[in-house]
């Protein structure tokens, strides 16, 4: 029989927040990455978004699945621009494969997300920058503890 994987939990206000890194993002967004399943491939980060704060374009190469506890979330350029939009308290289900070119923060705003498989960052013909999968998110989380 194969081993279950460890249970894990964490104290959120204990963490520190790490700041997203800026390549992937614009504007001071934060993160806090609170679990890894290497299993399900899987990882999952809560963010903190201050007002005027967008994420650069990407794709779900999985499924997601958010909570925006915090805000307002402007998806595919929001409502206003023939998008989506999130209000708090929502939820929130991405598609595998779903692209999302504009996602922004009009006010303060926090949500909690899990990837299925990595986000991939990407230029606007849609060739892949970079794959944020849970071993890279993994990797950042653990170089920004290991910065301090
Ligand atoms: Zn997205």
Redesign the pocket.
């Given at each position: 029989m194969k081993q279950k994987a460890p249970e894990t939990y964490v104290q959120m206000d204990d963490m520190e927040w790490a700041p997203f890194p800026e390549a992937f993002c614009d504007g001071p967004i934060k993160w806090r990455l609170l679990n890894t399943s290497p299993e399900m491939g899987s990882w999952t980060a809560v963010f903190d978004c201050p007002a005027g704060t967008s994420?650069a374009a990407?794709f779900?190469t999985g499924p997601?699945e958010y909570f925006l506890y915090e805000g307002k979330m402007d998806?595919r350029g929001g409502v206003e621009n023939g998008g989506d939009s999130a209000f708090a308290p929502g939820y929130g289900y991405?598609s595998s494969g779903?692209r999302?070119d504009q996602?922004s923060f009009p006010i303060d705003s926090k949500f909690y997300m899990t990837f299925l498989g990595p986000?991939a960052f990407i230029n606007p013909d849609g060739s892949v920058i970079a794959n944020v999968g849970w071993q890279e998110a993994e990797a950042a989380w653990d170089a920004f503890l290991q910065s301090r």
């Open positions: 994420f990407h779900h997601g998806i991405e779903a999302h996602t986000l």
